[in-house]
Structures are given as structure tokens and as C-alpha cells.
């Protein structure tokens, strides 16, 4: 079991302010278990990557190649009228924080969002409203505009809802007309305001609406490869985790993304590479090694995700900046055990690293992520000419 009395240091590099936490506190940041046993065996000599150091072989540099054009993804947000659509899209791209979003507004039509996501994934998002009137006229006299070339579906289910039974009338229409026009999408059904659901009650109350939302996608020709499910708060992690998994299933090169990370953390001999996407702090992807494997916090990555968010905020509030606009150059956590830092990798990509509570070893892998960055240029595809990006 973790000792109380070593402090953790925090280092903020954006304003060299360097301030202690507890040592319980720090583990609590990461979602480290005080019994969570630390990392026994001595590190590897801490090594410098070179020029033949390569991260990626000429294979995945390939690949990478043939992603270089940018990717337009189709996104349709519905569900009934209340359910939290434009909150929860609020939050992750337009940096709300949940108290705020209670001044929004009912969603008019269809809002469409053009936003760029790593560089090359434009996500084509639209903010469908939920009124009858609205909903009908998707249906009908709009069908193929809203439904043709779809890559995703996201379909919020209000948990408080009174009308299940209407909600999921709705639904099934919905998901006709998707089978029509884009057969091959991907659905993810958001199980939305869990928060709402006495404790004790929610696993049997969301495994019933799962049921019987999963059997109406098969009576609608969509098998179970097809559809995830996804319970959701906008007062928790569960909301990044959940738009976590819709980006990693839109991101066009995430296997390389992987191979790549897989290779410098052997490099790092790190326990744990994270992968962030700036503006929204969602997850890109992850690699976790060794004793790691064993941590217990599975939303571990989400939980940074909100604290990466919230910090935004507060130096936006301290710089009188707009919170999409901030970001810091790194952030430092150390302890005796274990040793955690955050920084830019590209232009659009923020690298948690997690290391053995080495001096030596954690200094040569910030020196070494600062060497990979330009093995991971590729990340951000577009385009520039002339200083400018091209669309």
C-alpha cells in the first residue's frame, strides 16, 4: 500500500507554477488505487531515440500516404426532443461546462457542425432537432438528404423519459430510414441522464432499455457488430468515454496510430501511453504495458479527459481567453512511485506518458517524445501550402 507522506509535485509549464498535492490526491488524478501495487522492477538504462530509431517502417509510412486526403465523416445526433443532443455536443466541441448548458436552447431544424478532428477528420455533424414536426419532416420529404452517405449514428435515449415507448417508436423509424440510405453505418445509443437513475437501480434499468433497444435494430436488419450502447452523464466521464468510442471508430489510420505508439512506448519503456486530441481532450487511442494492465480504473483516460478540460477552463477564465483558444505546454506529476507527464506530440495531439518513479528514465522519455514528434507528423494530414492549410 501507497505511504501518505511523500508529497507529489505538479508542475504546470505554461506558467512554471509548481504546486504539492497529497500523495493520495495525485494517485486520484490518474486513477491509481492506493492499493494498486507500484512498479517493482528497476528500469531499463534509459536510451535516446536516433535517426535509426525509426518509429514506423516503410509499410506504415505507406499507409499514412494514402491518408494523406482529407476525410470527411457524415455524423447524424438525434433523439427525441429534450434528451441532451446539443448539451452534450456543447461540452465536448464547444467547451461548455455542464452548469452552463442549461441556457441552451432547443436545437431548430437540423444545426450543422463542420469541425476538424487530427488534422484530416472532418466530422460533417448534424444536430438534429427533436420536435414532432421536425422529426416527421426527416422522415418523409427530407429522407435521403438526412440519411444518404451516413457514417455514424448517435441516438440519445433519455433514461427519465415517461414516453419509452414512444421514444423507441421513434427510434425504430429512425433506424429504417438509416437502412435504407446507409446500410453500413455504425449506431451508437447513448443511454443518456444516468445521473437521474437512483444508484442501486441503474445496471437493471439500463440492461432492459439495452434489450429492448437491441432488439429493435435486428427487427430493423442491423446485427450486433453494428451497435454499441453507451451509458452517459453530462456531470461525469462517462460522456467523454462514450464520444471517445465514436472518434476512434472514425479516425481512417487508428491501427497505424497504434503501431506507432506500441513502438515508442517499447522505446520509453513507459507503462502507459495516452493519446489526446487537443481542442476536445477525447481519447485518441491508448497503449498500456506491463503491471499497468492490472489498473483497476478503467475510465482512468476519460477521468484526465475532464481534468484536462476543467484546467482549460480555469486558464481561460485566469487569461480572459476563449477555453477552445488555451492549452498548456506541459503538465508534471511525480511521486516515488510512479511519474506522469503530459505534453504536445503534433499540432493537434496532446501525449500523457506514464513512467517508473525513475528521475533518469523520465527525463530521457520527455527528451525522446520530443524527438518523435516529427515521426508523428503524419498524424496531422492536412495539407499546407504557402503557410495555409488546404480544405
Not at 21 to 38: E, T
Not at 281 to 296: M, Q
Not at 358 to 382: G, K, P, S, W
Request: hydrophobic letters at 40%; a positive charge; glycine letters at 4%.
Amino acid at each position: 500500500m501507497y505511504r501518505t507522506s511523500w508529497p507529489a509535485r505538479v508542475r504546470l509549464a505554461r506558467d512554471g507554477a509548481t504546486s504539492n498535492l497529497g500523495r493520495c490526491d495525485a494517485l486520484a488524478l490518474l486513477g491509481i488505487a492506493p492499493i494498486y501495487r507500484p512498479y517493482l522492477s528497476l528500469p531499463r538504462r534509459p536510451r535516446i531515440l536516433t535517426v535509426s530509431s525509426s518509429l514506423h517502417p516503410l509499410s506504415l509510412r505507406r499507409k499514412m500516404e494514402r491518408s494523406r486526403r482529407q476525410k470527411q465523416r457524415k455524423v447524424l445526433l438525434m433523439g427525441r426532443s429534450g434528451a441532451g443532443k446539443s448539451s452534450m455536443r456543447s461540452i465536448i466541441f464547444s467547451n461548455y461546462v455542464a452548469k452552463d448548458v442549461r441556457r441552451l436552447g432547443a436545437t431548430v431544424d437540423v444545426e450543422h457542425s463542420n469541425i476538424r478532428f487530427m488534422g484530416n477528420l472532418m466530422l460533417n455533424l448534424w444536430d438534429c432537432g427533436g420536435q414532432d414536426s421536425f422529426v416527421e419532416s426527416y422522415l418523409t420529404n427530407q429522407r435521403s438528404h438526412v440519411f444518404i452517405s451516413v457514417a455514424v449514428l448517435i441516438f440519445v435515449f433519455d433514461i427519465s423519459s415517461k414516453e419509452a415507448n414512444a421514444d423507441l417508436l421513434g427510434f425504430s423509424s429512425t433506424i429504417r430510414a438509416l437502412q435504407e440510405f446507409s446500410p453500413n453505418s455504425k449506431i451508437f445509443v447513448l443511454i443518456h441522464k444516468m445521473d437521474l437513475v437512483p444508484t442501486d437501480q441503474r445496471s437493471r434499468i439500463l440492461s432492459q432499455r439495452t434489450a429492448d433497444v437491441r432488439a429493435t435494430c435486428i427487427d430493423e436488419g442491423f446485427h450486433d457488430q453494428q451497435v454499441e450502447f453507451w451509458a452517459t452523464s453530462i456531470w461525469d466521464q462517462s460522456l467523454y468515454r462514450a464520444w471517445t468510442q465514436v472518434i476512434y471508430f472514425l479516425v481512417p489510420n487508428a491501427t497505424v496510430i497504434e503501431n506507432m505508439l506500441r513502438k515508442l512506448a517499447e522505446l520509453l519503456d513507459a507503462r502507459e501511453l495516452i493519446l489526446y486530441e487537443r481542442t476536445t481532450c477525447l481519447v485518441v487511442t491508448h497503449i498500456t504495458r506491463g503491471v499497468e494492465t492490472r489498473n483497476p480504473y478503467a475510465d482512468r483516460f476519460e477521468r484526465i479527459s475532464s481534468i484536462l478540460k476543467t484546467h482549460k477552463h480555469s486558464m481561460a477564465k485566469h487569461t480572459g481567453t476563449n477555453a477552445s483558444e488555451v492549452s498548456f505546454a506541459e503538465m508534471q506529476i511525480k511521486t516515488g512511485d510512479f511519474m506522469f507527464f503530459i505534453t504536445r506530440l503534433t499540432e493537434n495531439t496532446n501525449i500523457a506518458v506514464v513512467m517508473p518513479g525513475d528521475e533518469a528514465a523520465f527525463n530521457a522519455a520527455r527528451i525522446n517524445v520530443q524527438l518523435a514528434r516529427r515521426e508523428f507528423e503524419h498524424l496531422d494530414i492536412a495539407e499546407k501550402k504557402g503557410g495555409k492549410e488546404t480544405q
